[in-house]
């Protein structure tokens, strides 16, 4: 495990009540449950980046392209497209 570090926080009284309550509802300490939330929203913000960037690198007409041939293996059963589906583009 890392070595932890301290950070003084700033938070509206009305906020840290309420943070408290949640906290105590949880079973678990005012700390534990701002760090929690703090990684859950840092996740959050990398994931976005992660899927903007491998975005950025799509070629979309070579994916239809693919998704359009038609040698290869037939769908599985589960596979089929729903009934009434209709085509973007």
Do not use: C, H
Not at 35 to 54: G, H, I, M, P
Not at 59 to 86: F, H, Q
């Amino acid at each position: 495990m890392s070595i932890a570090s301290n950070y003084a926080l700033r938070l509206p009284a009305s906020l840290k009540r309420e943070l408290e309550k949640v906290a105590r509802e949880d079973g678990t300490s005012l700390n534990q449950l701002i760090v929690t939330a703090v990684a859950e929203k840092l996740s959050a913000l990398r994931t976005a980046d992660f899927f903007e960037e491998r975005r950025a690198r799509a070629d979309v007409s070579t994916a239809l392209a693919i998704m359009d041939r038609t040698d290869g293996e037939p769908p599985r059963a589960g596979d089929e497209l729903p009934e009434g589906y209709k085509r973007r583009g």
